[in-house]
């Protein structure tokens, strides 16, 4: 089944959000596959988000990703990859639905280190394979398990 990238941004575990984005996951039906408490280093986040280092805004974006400790995840289901970036919300906070996850706990897309959109998921199969191998190396990967609660979400 389809896999994703999931990281609680710094402001995201700052904020003790960690709980309650990991309970919206689970609820909506899919399922936890890896799970890493860490504090990024600057290459790793270089790599992440090589597409946007021609961005005015990358060199503060490095900053505040590695300001503190983050939640490194990998989650499956049917559609996790766009099903995720529903849960999420869009990129800039206040222009976002509330119900979610960026809508609901954030308001600034970040101007200083300590703002931001509290959460990332890959937006692209392509994306989410690079971050898992990225985020997860071989030797880390991942726990190869089936919810007993799968014939209850999904056909
Ligand atoms: P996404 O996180 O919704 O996929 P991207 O366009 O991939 O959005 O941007 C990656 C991250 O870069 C955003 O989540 C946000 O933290 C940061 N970012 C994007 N646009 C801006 C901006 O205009 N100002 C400051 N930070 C931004
Ligand atoms: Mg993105």
Redesign the pocket.
């Known amino acids: 089944m389809e896999q994703t990238f999931i990281l609680i ?1 710094p402001d995201g575990v700052q904020r003790a959000l960690v709980g309650e984005i990991i309970s919206r996951f689970e609820k909506k039906g899919f399922f936890l596959r890896g799970l890493k408490f860490t504090k990024a280093d600057r290459p790793t986040i270089e790599k992440h ?1 090589k ?2 280092i021609a ?1 005015p ?1 990358f060199d ?2 490095v900053d ?1 990703m590695i300001s503190s400790p983050v939640v490194a995840m990998v989650w499956e289901g049917k559609g996790v990859i766009a099903g995720g970036r529903k849960l999420i919300g ?2 800039d906070p206040l222009a976002t639905m509330p119900g979610t996850i960026r809508g609901d706990f954030s308001i600034d ?3 200083k280190i300590q703002h ?2 509290v959460i ?2 890959s ?1 692209s199969l392509e994306e989410a394979k690079d971050e898992i191998a990225l985020w997860f190396p071989e030797e880390e990967r991942i726990v190869n398990w089936h919810s007993s609660l799968q014939p209850w979400i999904y056909e």
């Open positions: 941004k988000y597409n946007s961005k805004y503060m974006l505040y869009s990129t897309i970040g101007r931001g959109n990332h998921g937006d």
